[in-house]
C-alpha cells in the first residue's frame, strides 16, 4: 500500500492527545516529529518523541499464544486456533452458567470505534450484562459530579486555549508538569498575561513548584478544602449573587452545609493554613475570569464525586460556568478517557452517552443493532466489582479483556490477581504480554495506534483523526478484527465490520440524539482538518465547542449545587499504620507501565518504582535515601527504595503505581469504592514502613 509521507496523527498515550506526524522508516517502524496544533501547541513530552520505539520493539507480541492446561506454558498457536479456543472457553462458560458466565474489560485506551464495538460485542455477541472498563478508576467520580452539577459530562466544557486565558486557575490533585507537559504552555501563556495559579497536592509536585500559592492538605481532606474556600467566599461576599439566581439552584442548602467549615476547623482537618486559605479565595475573588480544574488527587477517593461537587459548588457560587474563560474542568487522563467513557463499555451505559435503564434509549441503540430492545442486557457490574467476582467471586467465569493490564492497575491487586488466576478462561487482546496477559490461557496480539484508523475524543470534548500510517507486523491483528473474528465462531449471523470509518458511521447513528451525539461528525469531516467538539448532531453542526453559554444540559437548564460533607477517613490511621499512603504518576512511566517500561529509553530514565519519604519522617524511621524498606497496609506490601525529598508532606509517603511484581503499589492500595461513581480510594489509605534485613536492603 502506498500511503501519503507524513502522516498527521495524534500520540498513543494520555488525554492531551499531542499532535505528530509520523514517517515510516520503511523497516516497520517511524521517526516521530511534533506538529503544530492548539492543544499540545507544538509540543511532545519524552513519551510521545519515544512512542515509535515500542512499534518494533523486542517486547511485542507478534504471535497468538494459548496453554494447552491451565498449568502449562504459553506457546505459539495459529490465529484460527487461538480464537477456536477462546471461543470455546466462551461458549463452555456460558452453557454452564448462562450469558452472564461470561465479562469483558475495555480500555479507555480504545479508539471510540474499539470501545463501540466492546460494548456492542459484550451485548449482543455475549449477551452479557457483565461490562466494564478502567475508566471506572480514572474518571468515573468527576463524570458522576458533572452529570449532577451540570446534566452533562464533557472532562473540560471549554477549549484548552481558554486555560491561557484566564485570570486565575484552581488546579486540584493534578501534576501536569509530569502527566500532560506540554500543558504547561497553556499555563506559562496564562502566566505570562498575568494571570494567577493556585495547586492544591499533599506535594510539592513539579507542577505546585511553578504555582503562585501552593496549598499542601493532607490526601482525603479537599472536600473540607472546599468547603473552608466557599465558607471564605461568602463569608468575605465575593459569591456571585446574581448569577445564583438566574442559573443556579441549591445554594441556599450548600451555604448551610458550609457554615461549620470555618477556618481554623478546615486548617484542623486539612492542614492548610488560615492565611493560606484566605489568599487562595481572594485570588479567586479579584479575577476578572477563574477556572477551578480537578484531576485524580482530588477524584480517587471513596468520596471523589462529593469531593468533586464540593469544587463544582464553589465554580458556581463565584458564578463562573457558562462565562468567558471560566468554569469548572476535569483532566481526563487516558488516551480516549472521553470517548471510552460515552460509547457503551461503561456498565450502565450504551452509545451516545445513553443509559442502559432507559427504555427509550435501549429501543434507539437496538434498532441500529438490529436486535429487540428486550434482549439488551440491563447494567452490569462496576470495574472493581467485577473483578473481585471473577472466578472464586462466585460471578463471571471466563473473561475477555483489551487495553487494561489490572493485575497492576487495580486496587488491591493481590485480591484481584487472584480472582483472574481462578477464571476458567481468560483472553487477552494486548500489543505486549502485560502481567495480565500472562495469566491469560489465550493471548491476541493486537496492532497499536500507529498501525491502524480510529478516532480519539481528547480531554476537551475534541474529536481527533488517529490515522494509520504503518502496516501491523506480521502475525498481528488489530482489535476490531478479534471482534469480528470471535462474533462469526459465537454464532453472530450479520458480521462484526473490522473497517474503522465503518463502525464510525454506525457509532455515528448508535449516538444520534444521545448526550454525546456525534451524528455530525466523519472520518472525511475530520480528515479535512475540521475542529469538532461533541456534541455535534448534524453534518452542518461546527460542533460545539463551548458548553454552558446560555443553559446547563439539565432538565431546566440551571446548574446544580448539592451539599456535601467531609466524612471521616474510610481508613484512618493508626499505631499500627501511622502514615498517609498516597500514589500516583511520574513523567516517563505510563500506567501499568505496560508499555513504557519496554521502551529502553523511558525505562533507563525511570527503572524502578520508590516511595517519598520526608527527612523527618526518614529519621524518625531511620532509613536512608535509596535504602529499601517494606511498605505495608492491610491488604499488603510492597519492597521499595526510598527517596528522601522535603517534597512530601511528613505525615505522608508517596508510590508510583507504574510496577507490579514487590514494586507493585496496588498491593497496598484499599479498594473501598464511592458510594455512587464505584471510584476505588486509590489516593489515600493508611500504611507503615519498616526497615528490611541489612542484607535485602541494597
Ligand atoms: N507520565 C504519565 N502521564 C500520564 C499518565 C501516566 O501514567 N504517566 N496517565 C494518564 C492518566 S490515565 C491520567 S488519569 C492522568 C492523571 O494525571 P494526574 O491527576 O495529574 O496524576 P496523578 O499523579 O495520579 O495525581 C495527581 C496528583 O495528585 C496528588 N494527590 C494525591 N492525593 C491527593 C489528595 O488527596 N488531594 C489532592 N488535592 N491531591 C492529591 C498527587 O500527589 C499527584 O501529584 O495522567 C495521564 N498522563
Ligand atoms: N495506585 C494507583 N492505581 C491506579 C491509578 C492511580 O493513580 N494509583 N490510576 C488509575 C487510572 S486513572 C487508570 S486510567 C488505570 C490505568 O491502568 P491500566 O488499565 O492497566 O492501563 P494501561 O497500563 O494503559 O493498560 C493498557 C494495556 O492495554 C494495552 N494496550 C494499549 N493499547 C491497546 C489497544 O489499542 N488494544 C489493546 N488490545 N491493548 C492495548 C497496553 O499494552 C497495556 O497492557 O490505572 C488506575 N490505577
Ligand atoms: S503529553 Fe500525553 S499526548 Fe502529549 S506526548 Fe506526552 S503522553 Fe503523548
Ligand atoms: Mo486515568
Known amino acids: 500500500m502506498s500511503l501519503a509521507l507524513p502522516v498527521a496523527t495524534h500520540c498513543p498515550y494520555c488525554a492531551l492527545q499531542c499532535a505528530m506526524a509520523l514517517t515510516p522508516d520503511g523497516r516497520g517502524g517511524a521517526v516521530v516529529t511534533a506538529r503544530d496544533f492548539p492543544t499540545s501547541r507544538g509540543g511532545l513530552c519524552r513519551k510521545g518523541w519515544t512512542s515509535a520505539d515500542l512499534l518494533t520493539g523486542p517486547g511485542r507480541l507478534t504471535t497468538p499464544l494459548a496453554r494447552a492446561s491451565k ?7 495459529s ?5 477456536d479456543l477462546a471461543a470455546a472457553g466462551i461458549r463452555a462458560a456460558q452453557e454452564r452458567g448462562g450469558p452472564d458466565a461470561v465479562a469483558v474489560f475495555g480500555g479507555g485506551g480504545l479508539t471510540n470505534e474499539k470501545a463501540y464495538a466492546v460494548g456492542k460485542f459484550a451485548r449482543v455477541v455475549l449477551r452479557t450484562s457483565q461490562v466494564d472498563y478502567n475508566g471506572r478508576f480514572c474518571m468515573s467520580s468527576a463524570a458522576a459530579a458533572a452529570n449532577r452539577a451540570f446534566g452533562v459530562d464533557r472532562g473540560l466544557p471549554f477549549p484548552l486555549e481558554d486555560v ?9 490533585g493534578s501534576n501536569v508538569a509530569e502527566t500532560m507537559p506540554p500543558f504547561m504552555s497553556h499555563l506559562a501563556r496564562q502566566h505570562d498575561a498575568g494571570g494567577r495559579l493556585i495547586v492544591v497536592d499533599p506535594r510539592r509536585t513539579p507542577t505546585a513548584a511553578a504555582a503562585d500559592l501552593h496549598l499542601q492538605p493532607q490526601p482525603g481532606t479537599d472536600l473540607a478544602l472546599a468547603n473552608g474556600l466557599l465558607h471564605l467566599a461568602i463569608a468575605e461576599g465575593l459569591v456571585d449573587r446574581d448569577y445564583l439566581a438566574a442559573r443556579t439552584t441549591g445554594f441556599d442548602d450548600v451555604r448551610a452545609a458550609c457554615a461549620s467549615w470555618w477556618p481554623a476547623r478546615v486548617e484542623r482537618v486539612t492542614g492548610v493554613s488560615e492565611p493560606d486559605l484566605r489568599a487562595a479565595v481572594r485570588m479567586l475573588g479579584a479575577a476578572s475570569s477563574a477556572m477551578v480544574l480537578t484531576a485524580r488527587g482530588a477524584e480517587q477517593h471513596s468520596h471523589g464525586v462529593d469531593t468533586v461537587l464540593a469544587f463544582t459548588n464553589l465554580a458556581l457560587a463565584l458564578g463562573l460556568p457558562g462565562r468567558p474563560a471560566s468554569g469548572w474542568g476535569c483532566l481526563t487522563g487516558q488516551g480516549n478517557g472521553q470517548g471510552g467513557r460515552e460509547h457503551g463499555q461503561k456498565a450502565d451505559q450504551l452509545p451516545g452517552y445513553r443509559s442502559i435503564s432507559d427504555p427509550a434509549a435501549r429501543a434507539h441503540v437496538a434498532a441500529v443493532w438490529g436486535v429487540d430492545p428486550d434482549d439488551l442486557p440491563g447494567p452490569g457490574r462496576s470495574a472493581q466489582e467485577l473483578l473481585l467476582a471473577l472466578g472464586d467471586g462466585g460471578g463471571p467465569e471466563a473473561l475477555l479483556l483489551l487495553g487494561s493490564n489490572p493485575v497492576v492497575s487495580a486496587p488491591n491487586a493481590r485480591l484481584v490477581a487472584q480472582r483472574i488466576a481462578s477464571l476458567s478462561c481468560l483472553v487477552v487482546a494486548d500489543l505486549v504480554l502485560s502481567e495480565t496477559a500472562r495469566l491469560a490461557d489465550v493471548v491476541l496480539p493486537t496492532a497499536q495506534w500507529a498501525e491502524e484508523t480510529g478516532t480519539m475524543t481528547n480531554l476537551e470534548g475534541r474529536v481527533l483523526l488517529r490515522r494509520k500510517a504503518l502496516d501491523p507486523p506480521e502475525g498481528v491483528r488489530t482489535d476490531l478484527e478479534v471482534l469480528a473474528g470471535l462474533a462469526e465462531r459465537l454464532g453472530w449471523p450479520t458480521g462484526f465490520p473490522t473497517d474503522a470509518e465503518a463502525v464510525f458511521d454506525e457509532l455515528r447513528r448508535a449516538s444520534a440524539g444521545g448526550r454525546a451525539d456525534y451524528a455530525g461528525i466523519s472520518h472525511a469531516r475530520l480528515a479535512g482538518g475540521e475542529a469538532l467538539h461533541w456534541p455535534c448532531p448534524t453534518v452542518d453542526s461546527p460542533g460545539t465547542p463551548r458548553l454552558f453559554l446560555d443553559r446547563f444540559a439539565t432538565a431546566d437548564g440551571r446548574a446544580v449545587l448539592v451539599p456535601v460533607d467531609q466524612p471521616e477517613p474510610t481508613e484512618p490511621v493508626d499505631d499500627d499504620y501511622p502514615l498517609h499512603l498516597t500514589t500516583g504518576r ?3 512511566q505510563y500506567q501499568s507501565g505496560a508499555q513504557t517500561r519496554r521502551v529502553v529509553a523511558l525505562n533507563d530514565a525511570a ?17 536512608l535515601d535509596g535504602e529499601r524498606v517494606k511498605v505495608s497496609t492491610r491488604r499488603g506490601e510492597a519492597w521499595l527504595r526510598t527517596r528522601v525529598t522535603d517534597t512530601v508532606r511528613s505525615d505522608t509517603v508517596f508510590v508510583p503505581f507504574h510496577w507490579g511484581g514487590k514494586q507493585r503499589a496496588n498491593s497496598l492500595t484499599d479498594d473501598e469504592l464511592d458510594p455512587v461513581s464505584r471510584m476505588p480510594s486509590f489516593k489515600v489509605c ?3 514502613i519498616d526497615r528490611l534485613h541489612a542484607d535485602a536492603a541494597r
Do not use: K, N, Q, S
Open 71 to 77: 498449568t502449562g506454558p504459553l506457546l505459539p498457536v
Open 79 to 83: 490465529w484460527d486456533d487461538a480464537l
Open 164 to 172: 491561557g486565558a484566564t485570570d486565575c486557575i484552581l488546579l486540584v
Open 586 to 588: 511520574i513523567a516517563m
Open 607 to 623: 527503572p524502578h518504582a520508590f516511595v517519598e519519604v520526608h527527612p523527618h519522617l526518614a529519621e524518625r524511621l531511620g532509613v
Open 686 to 688: 493508611a500504611a507503615r
